[in-house]
């Protein structure tokens, strides 16, 4: 009597990012296919989870390249756990294109050197990301994303700040001059995630797109 063992092997995951090279403030793509169908999806870049959402066969998360990443080649880690319980994992290249980004000289006001506190910012980052640690799982914008307001750019994103000859860190977004009572809108659809007011970024409103995107709107 003989005995014939038949194993079947795991099925593989199928990762594929576009673009396949992208520069510092872009946004990547990482689509996710395989023939059987998994209990959930999960990832990474660069250290930051990755939120994926099922459309069809695939799945699809959203990863921006941030502002301080190097140039090189970096991988985005995917996971997958099996109906019966098993795990399989992939990975996927992006080639990272340099970016250089202005320097902005600052003169702060003696009477307003208080908002550089170290202390005061921490406090505003640790609001700010205790609200935004639940978020929506699935896309709640429609459409394009538009600019909350028309105005002069006054700091780009990405900048490097000097106040005197002291770097003050790299701009994460955009600063944009108005009028005083100028109405500002929503970039798209979503949950209001914070209103209120913070030490330094002034009056904030922070919106909940789903799917791990999300509008930050300071100093209104």
């Not at 390249?65 to 190097?70: L, T």
């Amino acid at each position: 009597m003989s005995l014939v063992l038949l194993v079947s092997p795991l099925p593989s995951l199928k990762v594929e990012v576009k673009p396949s090279a992208a520069r510092p403030g872009e946004v990547l793509l990482v689509r996710v296919a395989s023939s059987v169908p998994f209990a959930s999806v999960w990832g990474s870049f660069e250290g930051r989870a990755l939120l994926f959402v099922k459309r069809g066969r695939e799945y699809r998360a959203l990863a921006g390249v941030s502002r301080k990443s190097k140039p090189g080649t970096k991988k985005v880690y995917v996971k997958a756990r099996l109906p019966g319980g098993g795990v399989v994992g992939s990975t996927a290249l992006v080639r990272i294109l340099p970016r250089r980004f202005k320097v902005q000289r600052l003169r702060v006001p003696r009477r307003k050197r208080r908002f550089l506190s170290e202390k005061l910012l921490k406090s505003d980052y640790e609001r700010l990301r205790e609200a935004t640690r639940e978020l929506h799982p699935e896309p709640l914008w429609r459409g394009a994303f538009l600019m909350p307001v028309k105005g002069r750019i006054t700091t780009g994103y990405g900048w490097r700040r000097l106040v005197g000859s002291t770097p003050r860190g790299q701009h994460s977004g955009w600063d944009i001059a108005a009028p005083r009572g100028t109405p500002v809108k929503a970039p798209n659809d979503g949950i209001v995630k914070f209103a209120g007011h913070l030490s330094v970024h002034g009056k904030t409103v922070v919106i909940d797109h789903g799917a791990g995107v999300v509008s930050y709107l300071l100093h209104l």
